[in-house]
């Protein structure tokens, strides 16, 4: 038995860490419309350095997902880190008070595109990765990491991972947790709904069927409808309730023509147990109520994206050891918590791969302007990332 982690975690240094994730913001990896292959390429030398096998897998074009492993010994168990390269768009740049490119450290913050979501994450992993490999631990086993392209749009990069066969034991999410164990994520589902109408000269309204009309009616029941979410039969103990939204509304052509079409999306996420194809089921008995009421309402609803909610047992050894080295680096006990948004996760627990959501940032400052890491929080991050691995590959018990 090891009994003093603090020898190894002594070797976390803020300001590799600082300087890794420095480094990743400073690739303009904005998607739309999605520039990860030189980030991509550049980490698979990088990470060759500190001896890790790397592939970049073609995913989609120009666009790879990128492949590391390092193996302490043949046979053992797989660990894989899982995150992506691409973020959002930086928006209106004139609004940042910082380049969001340039990684900058400021009052104890690192501000950039990416900082929280998720390059923070992917510093503090590489940094631990290395904190690990130069400790001398005798671990067995494998340690992978994988950093998927087109995270924030399709979400199937590590899908893609899985159907070209590869496997691990556990794995960690780096998204921004607050540097909490999440053991749960809601689904998600999206639908495009369209009323069809009758054009005609904005003069003559009564010769035509107003699209954007009909569309109103729909409107005002689906508000209902999400707001009765609140008295939900059905809650889970982390994700709470099932929610809705509407977010976009496009119809017309033209000022004085009455719009012969009206289209929204509408976004619905799913609990654990929720059934898209119920989901569905629910929309369609409004839909077909408001068309038996009105029959010149008539409507198309499609589904165009979807992603599985995802829950690995509280109880799970792994979750038990991630918990454990949250309170031994924090000094704090922490309880285990569910994540709101939809992460690539839902593919490795379809998988059979028990997963975790860990990382640096808090997802309230993901996606925003002037979006930032605490630097103490990427330290505490590597230290935690780093006394999972010695705790689960090691031969001995790390305390």
């Given at each position: 038995m090891i009994e003093n982690v603090d020898k190894i975690l002594d070797h976390v240094r803020e300001g590799k860490v600082v300087e890794y994730a420095r480094k990743l913001v400073n690739f303009d990896t904005q998607n739309p419309p999605g520039r990860e292959k030189e980030l991509a390429e550049y980490l698979a030398d990088f990470l060759k350095k500190f001896g890790l096998k790397t592939t970049l897998l073609n995913f989609l074009p120009n666009r790879p997902n990128l492949f590391a492993e390092y193996k302490f010994s043949d046979g053992g168990k797989t660990f894989l880190f899982d995150g992506h390269l691409d973020t959002v768009p930086a928006g209106n740049i004139s609004l940042w008070d910082f380049d969001p490119f340039s990684g900058i450290v400021k009052d104890g913050k690192l501000y950039g595109r990416g900082s929280a979501d998720m390059k923070g994450s992917i510093a503090a992993f590489i940094h631990a990765l290395e904190t690990v490999i130069d400790s001398g631990i005798?671990?067995?086993?494998?340690?992978?990491?994988?950093?998927?392209?087109?995270?924030?749009?399709?979400?199937?990069?590590?899908?893609?991972?899985?159907?070209?066969?590869?496997?691990?034991?556990?794995?960690?999410?780096?998204?921004?947790?607050?540097?909490?164990?999440?053991?749960?994520?809601?689904?998600?589902?999206?639908?495009?709904?369209?009323?069809?109408?009758?054009?005609?000269?904005?003069?003559?309204?009564?010769?035509?069927?107003?699209?954007?009309?009909?569309?109103?009616?729909?409107?005002?029941?689906?508000?209902?409808?999400?707001?009765?979410?609140?008295?939900?039969?059905?809650t889970h103990y982390l994700l709470g309730k099932p929610t809705l939204n509407v977010g976009t509304v496009y119809g017309g052509t033209k000022d004085n023509v009455v719009p012969d079409f009206c289209e929204i999306t509408i976004d619905r996420r799913l609990l654990p147990g929720d059934r898209v194809e119920d989901?569905?089921?629910?929309?369609?008995?409004?839909?077909?109520?408001?068309?038996?009421?009105?029959?010149?309402?008539?409507?198309?609803?499609?589904?165009?994206?979807?992603?599985?909610?995802?829950?690995?047992?509280?109880?799970?050894?792994?979750?038990?050891?991630?918990?454990?080295?949250?309170?031994?680096?924090?000094?704090?006990?922490?309880?285990?918590?569910?994540?709101?948004?939809?992460?690539?996760?839902?593919?490795?627990?379809?998988?059979?791969?028990?997963?975790?959501?860990?990382?640096?940032?808090?997802?309230?400052?993901?996606?925003?302007?002037?979006?930032?890491?605490?630097?103490?929080?990427?330290?505490?991050?590597?230290?935690?990332?780093?006394?999972?691995?010695?705790?689960?590959?090691?031969?001995?018990?790390?305390?």
């Open positions: 005798e671990l067995c086993g494998n340690i992978c990491m994988l950093l998927t392209s087109d995270e924030e749009i399709s979400g199937l990069g590590t899908k893609d991972f899985i159907e070209k066969g590869y496997r691990a034991d556990v794995s960690i999410v780096g998204e921004p947790s607050c540097l909490e164990v999440n053991v749960a994520h809601k689904g998600v589902a999206r639908w495009k709904l369209k009323t069809l109408g009758k054009s005609t000269h904005a003069s003559t309204p009564e010769e035509g069927i107003n699209a954007i009309y009909k569309m109103a009616k729909i409107l005002c029941e689906l508000e209902k409808l999400a707001k009765s979410y609140s008295t939900y039969p059905r989901v569905e089921r629910e929309f369609h008995q409004i839909l077909d109520k408001l068309h038996s009421e009105d029959p010149s309402l008539k409507f198309e609803l499609k589904i165009y994206h979807s992603h599985n909610p995802a829950e690995t047992p509280s109880n799970h050894p792994f979750v038990i050891l991630a918990n454990y080295a949250v309170e031994k680096v924090l000094c704090e006990k922490r309880s285990v918590k569910g994540f709101q948004a939809t992460t690539e996760m839902t593919h490795l627990v379809e998988a059979g791969i028990p997963s975790i959501i860990l990382g640096a940032g808090d997802i309230k400052v993901a996606h925003t302007v002037n979006e930032f890491v605490l630097v103490d929080e990427l330290v505490k991050c590597a230290k935690i990332y780093t006394l999972v691995l010695a705790n689960y590959l090691s031969k001995q018990t790390i305390v």
